[in-house]
């Protein structure tokens, strides 16, 4: 067995009581928020007591809670995440129908964010206090400290008094109509993707900045090495580590940063389903999405440390 295969092996092995840990953390959590899945599901008027009984009972309710979890985690080693409540259907199917909408709309921001931060931000930090630096500086700046939703509803506003043009409302899947799916999609993950790239322009610039004064890259330019050759051979590779640290931290979340804009877009994904499962309780749901979202971080830190060793082979995972 080779190094890296045992080292994948230590992770995965060490991921089990991880996401057992965040099993337990995630459904005790849930029950403590204010407010009773109960309520949602006798309604206003008709939570009397003995009616309240009735549900409790017919949900399996008023169970133990530790009963309740150890049957719940017994369902999720199976991949069942249990029946919603409130819908009247299994879990795992609300994924299936939510999750391509918001696994389109992470793919096409986090896309989209690293073809407009990267080559940015190595331009800038190689034309460092030119105008084409000042440019890239201002843009990053304003990236971040502009909300994504408030962007969303200047588009939305000044597209139909300009243009006439409204967001469709209609979901098309990709499969069944590219065209129609790209016009609902494309706008929101151009808000998105040029949100997160601020911080990534940023990273990439002080990053390559940072390397450009390496002692090595001076000897490059010293032997006569071509701009070319100098930035692609010893500057970027080196550079793009924090960068890869940072994208990868980004897969996960932006399950919960798809919330407002699939909501203001009326986009059908996970992140719009989880929002309002949170505010009826539906506790199967809002375990399952925070479940998904938990394996999403444990899975990129992996990939992200297995990248490392590609881009820069001095880097041995042992």
Known sequence: MTSMQAYLLRRIILLIPTLIGVTFI??????????????????????????????????????????????????????????????????????????????????????????????????????????????????????????????????????????GWTAPIRYVAIWDDPIANLKLFWVPAVILGTSLSGTLMRLTRSAMLEVLRQDYVRTAWAKGLRERAVISQHVVRNALIPVITIIGGRIPTLVGGTVIIETIFTIPGMGRLFFDSIGERDYTTVQAIVIISAVLVV????????????????????
Do not use: C, H
């Not at 309240?52 to 049957?71: A, C, G, S, V």
């Not at 073809?115 to 201002?138: F, K, L, N």
């Not at 830190?301 to 060793?309: E, Q």
């Open 26 to 163: 995630v459904f005790m959590s849930v029950r403590f928020l204010p407010g009773d899945i109960v309520d949602s599901l006798a309604g206003e008027f008709a939570a009397t007591p003995e009616y309240r009984k009735i549900i409790e009972e017919q949900y399996k309710l008023n169970d133990n809670m530790f009963t309740q979890y150890f049957e719940w985690l017994g369902g999720i080693i199976t991949l069942d995440f249990g029946d919603s409540l409130l819908r009247r259907a299994p879990v795992n199917d609300l994924l299936r129908q939510k999750l391509p909408a918001t696994i389109q709309l992470s793919a096409m921001s986090l896309t989209l964010s690293v073809i407009i931060a990267i080559p940015v931000g190595i331009i800038s930090a190689i034309r460092q206090d030119s105008a084409m630096d000042y440019v890239g500086r201002s843009f990053a700046v304003a990236s971040l400290a502009t909300p994504n939703f408030w962007i969303a509803i200047m588009v939305i506003t000044f597209g139909f008094v300009w243009f």
């Open 299 to 318: 899975v990129s830190n992996l990939v992200t440390d297995m990248t490392y060793s590609i881009i820069d082979p001095r880097i041995r995972v042992r």
